[in-house]
Structures are given as structure tokens and as C-alpha cells.
């Protein structure tokens, strides 16, 4: 069975950090592009950031750029999201999804839930004092 699980959400201070994960379990993320996508409460889910299958691509949202690193170790099936400087505004469910590498070359294809196969079950961010 083809699956993408996301761990590392928690709480966290306004200005802190956390890493995500997205491990993949009955196929290997080495042949995906990966895609980082967040959902808050009454919201759409949006892409946050995308990255090749080689790992020598990537994009991000503007409002994470500066803050947030997406990175992947095939050998472990795993990418990561590292996220720094962490804003209330950061507050969502935090996907991982699969898609074909080809849509990493246009970022604005890469954002786009439609163009992904596979999707995580989620995993809570909460910023908060």
C-alpha cells in the first residue's frame, strides 16, 4: 500500500522552530517531486514549497521564503520540511504529497494540489504563546 506519512507538528513560541517529515512507505520517494501544502481552519490549502526528486530543486511560497527549508534524503525515503522564525500565521495542518518531477521546473505548477498523486494524513502546526 502506497503511503506518505507527516510527523514532527507540534506547538511552538512565535519565533521558534520545527521539522517536518514525509516518510513514504510501499514505493520510493526517489522517483517523485514532493510537494509541502498547508491547510488553516476556513482556508484553502496552499502550497508552502516544492522539491525534485534530486533534490536540486526547489520552491518556495513568498511567505515562507527566507524561513523555511525543504530538503530530501532518498536513501532514508524521507523529505523534510525545516521551519525557523515560525509566525502565528504559520498555524495549519501541514500535508506532504507525491507527484511527478516534471512539475518542479514551473513553480506555480508545483503549488498546485491538483497536479499530486499521493497525500499524507497531515500533521498540526500550532504557533501560539
Known amino acids: 500500500q502506497l503511503q506518505l506519512v507527516e510527523s514532527g507538528g507540534g506547538l511552538v513560541q512565535p519565533g521558534g522552530s520545527l521539522r517536518l517529515s514525509c516518510a513514504a512507505s510501499?514505493?520510493?520517494?526517489?522517483?517523485?517531486?514532493i510537494g509541502w501544502f498547508r491547510q488553516a481552519p476556513g482556508k484553502e490549502r496552499e502550497g508552502v514549497s516544492c522539491?525534485?526528486?534530486?533534490?536540486?530543486?526547489?520552491h518556495y511560497a513568498d511567505s515562507v521564503k527566507g524561513r523555511f527549508t525543504v530538503s530530501r534524503d532518498n536513501a532514508k525515503n524521507t523529505v523534510y520540511l525545516q521551519m525557523n522564525s515560525l509566525k502565528p500565521e504559520d498555524d495549519a495542518v501541514y500535508y506532504c504529497a507525491a507527484g511527478p518531477d516534471a512539475i518542479t521546473t514551473v513553480q506555480a505548477i508545483c503549488v498546485e494540489t491538483r497536479e499530486y498523486d499521493y497525500w499524507g494524513q497531515g500533521t498540526q502546526v500550532t504557533v501560539s504563546q
Open positions: 510501499g514505493f520510493t520517494l526517489d522517483d517523485y517531486a
Open positions: 522539491i525534485s526528486s534530486s533534490g536540486g530543486t526547489a
